[in-house]
């Protein structure tokens, strides 16, 4: 059965019968969801492994993160943050444990640009740093650089960044296996205006996590429910088969988006599933992302509705052509539709911009479908954050584990009751984990800079000792 929340009364009984025919395919059952959580586990056991990490979907990538701020961080950083709606630059200060920003600029990616020559991405980033150093009264001053750069890398040291593979909208020709580091540093030197100290790489997952980790200490989990979606998480570095060591640990950047690259979703994939990969910039790549993030939801929506309306269940049989043009029913249209009081209006509204002639009842029905995708993508989320929560927990043989989880993403901020749906099925899935939420405000600008001064402090705290070894061996 479909979801039968509040907001989706109205609907006739014979009606409401074929519609949920329609969307019953989108609804998971918590037995469902439990068996997703154990095809996690398994995806992570096989990204983390010396010999299967290859072939994995969910990547499981070392981020050279060893470690969540302890307080005494501090210094001057510019920030950078490539990979969500838009592109910003950044100042920002950390002190007595706290993350200041400074200031930011924010820079318009063009279209011809995300899908161009890389090296026109990385001038573009270039010129766009140079004038925000500018603006600032930078220009003289060598600053160290967390990147914020959100798409799967392979990091060989925290200022080694392979590309593995552009996602969302990115598409850029020769970056896709080059050091992304390498790009930004050789496009500084083409402009010779400037110049940065020591660089960061950060996925954005990893920057909400440690952002939030001064007003929380235990927040060992990030995640992101955005324009994409992926999590993050601190494991045992004796279990990162692909690092060297046995003591402490290191955040993993799990790009849990992959998951089901390798077929291991198809029993829960739908028709409108494989049409919105079919029809995506990167076919058969993010399976789990195209079924949960922001740049797909509206497409879902907007499909499901075109399929309601040729089977004469809405619309009284009339489909526009907005309706049949992928990216016109915006993902914060879900948003707007699924809002307790003003849904309704809301709804009105859009179906009237996508030139639709509607009737009451198809403006029930229309709820009844945003909320049933949005409700999927929040119960998948919720499956695989419980598969993480509970892998903390048994790696450090507890009975009950008390964690936080950062977060951020238009999806999770902005929708009325994703994040309730979320929060109260991870409850049911990972009994044993108390799990707290906590927004990370501007985890991309603020937690670049955290990475890197916490980087700063390891390096620190490692010369020192080096020099104590010294001491002694003399
Ligand atoms: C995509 C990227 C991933 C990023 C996520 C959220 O899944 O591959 O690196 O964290 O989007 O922005």
């Keep these: ?41 398994d995806e992570m056991k096989k990204g983390l492994g010396k010999t299967t990490h290859h072939k994995a979907c969910v990547k499981m990538l070392p981020t050279f993160v060893r470690a969540t701020p302890d307080g005494t961080e501090k210094g001057d950083f510019l920030a950078l943050d490539l990979g969500g709606t838009n592109f910003r630059v950044l100042h920002v200060q950390v002190k007595e ?46 600053l160290p ?8 890398c392979e990091q060989k040291e925290i200022d080694k960044s392979i590309l593995i593979r552009w996602t969302k909208g990115f598409n850029c020709s020769g970056v896709e296996g080059k050091d ?22 950060v996925n954005d997952t990893v920057g909400t996590m440690m952002s939030c980790g001064y007003p929380d200490s235990n927040c060992e989990i990030g995640m992101i429910i955005g324009t994409g979606t992926n999590a993050c998480y ?19 950047n799990t790009e849990w988006g992959g998951f089901g690259d390798d077929n ?54 009339q489909v526009s052509d907005a309706l049949r043009t992928p990216g016109k029913f915006e993902t914060k249209f ?24 509607w009737d009451l009842t198809d403006l029930h029905v229309v709820q009844l479908v945003c909320d049933t995708i949005s409700k999927r993508s929040a119960d998948l989320c919720a499956a695989c954050l419980a598969t993480l929560a509970n892998r903390i927990r048994t790696n450090r043989g507890l009975e009950k584990l008390k964690t936080t989880v950062g977060v951020d993403g238009t999806v999770y901020r902005k929708h009325p009751n994703f994040s309730t749906k979320l929060e109260e099925r991870v409850k049911e899935l990972a009994p044993q984990c108390e799990i707290s939420f906590l927004i990370s405000e501007d985890g991309s600008g603020k937690g670049a800079a955290m990475v890197t001064a916490v980087a700063q402090r390891l390096a620190r705290q490692s010369r020192l000792l080096d020099s104590d070894d010294d001491g002694d061996n003399s």
């Design 264 to 317: 291991a979703l198809n029993d829960i994939l739908t028709e409108i599933d494989f049409e919105v990969d079919r029809t995506s910039i990167n076919p058969g790549v993010h399976t789990f992302e195209k079924m949960i993030s922001g740049m797909y939801l509206g497409d879902i929506v907007c499909l499901m509705l075109k399929k309601l309306a040729e089977e004469k269940l809405l619309f009284k049989g």
């Design 234 to 252: 601190m494991e045992d570095i004796k279990n990162v088969q692909r690092v060297v060591g046995e003591d402490g640990q290191m955040c993993i």
């Design 180 to 201: 992304v580091v390498k790009l930004l540093k050789m496009a500084i030197q083409r402009r010779g205006d400037f110049n940065i100290d020591s660089v960061a790489m």
């Design 145 to 152: 650089l967390g990147f914020t750069f959100s798409f799967p």
């Design 1 to 41: 059965m479909a979801n039968m929340s509040g907001n989706t009364d109205g609907i006739p009984e014979e009606l409401r019968a074929k519609v949920d025919k329609h969307l019953e395919p989108f609804t998971l059952s918590l037995e469902k969801l439990k068996d997703i959580s154990i095809r996690f586990k």
């Design 97 to 142: 444990q706290k993350v200041v920003k400074m200031d930011s600029q924010s820079c318009a990616i063009p279209q011809e640009i995300m899908v161009g020559p890389g090296k026109q991405l990385f001038d573009h980033i270039a010129a766009c740093l140079s004038k925000f150093l500018d603006t600032q009264n930078l220009k003289g001053k060598t």
């Design 334 to 357: 879900l948003s707007d539709i699924e809002k307790p009081r003003s849904g309704l209006e809301n709804a009105k509204r859009i179906l009237n911009s996508l030139d639709l002639k």
